[in-house]
């Protein structure tokens, strides 16, 4: 039996090796530079967090899988929930366990008057894209993504 619910602080660590397993799927571990006390200052002991998550819990009380996620807004569309990441653990993986948590998401969303979802998957995670599939997802490819990391934001040239 498969239980989601909010996060706890005390949570922490296994959001973080979730995160960790993720980078290392995605074959970018040196890219996580996030730690398990960061996730606990910024979602949980900021007056206003940073981001939510839940997290999927097998009968063993083992956290299994998280959707980490925060509200934005669209200057288009009104109040947005983007999801940052949905990971479960690869031995739990193809169990309906990331249907579970995406069911709680958009739950969340209708509560908490959203005009919309958003995410990003990667183009080679076919897994991940016949889920959303499944789910109606309009994926859009009009869009590019654009980043600057803390480097560039570090040599930035204000005229």
């Known amino acids: 039996m498969i239980h ?4 706890m602080e005390s949570d922490m ?3 973080h090796a979730l995160v960790r397993e993720l980078a290392e799927y995605e074959k970018a571990p040196e890219a996580v530079k996030t ?21 999927a819990e097998n009968e063993d009380k083992h956290i299994i899988g998280i959707a ?10 009104g109040k947005m929930l983007y999801l940052d990441d949905l990971v479960v653990s690869s031995s739990f993986r193809r169990q309906g366990i ?7 998401l958009v739950s969340f969303a209708l509560e ?16 991940a894209i016949e889920m959303y599939k499944k789910l109606n997802t309009v994926f859009d490819s009009e869009w590019i993504d654009c980043k600057l ?11």
């Not at 989601?4 to 996060?7: F, G, T, Y």
Request: aromatic share 20%; proline share 3%; hydrophobic share 40%.
């Open 4 to 7: 989601i619910r909010m996060a």
């Open 13 to 15: 660590d296994a959001v």
């Open 35 to 55: 730690t398990a006390e960061i996730y606990k200052r910024d979602g949980f002991q900021l007056e206003k967090p940073l981001f939510h998550c839940f997290v």
């Open 68 to 77: 980490l996620f925060y509200f934005a807004y669209s200057t288009w569309k």
């Open 98 to 104: 990331g249907k579970k948590l995406f069911d709680s």
């Open 112 to 127: 908490n008057d959203a005009q919309m979802m958003k995410w990003q998957v990667l183009d080679w995670n076919k897994p």
């Open 149 to 159: 990391y803390k480097d560039q934001l570090s040599e930035w040239t204000f005229d």
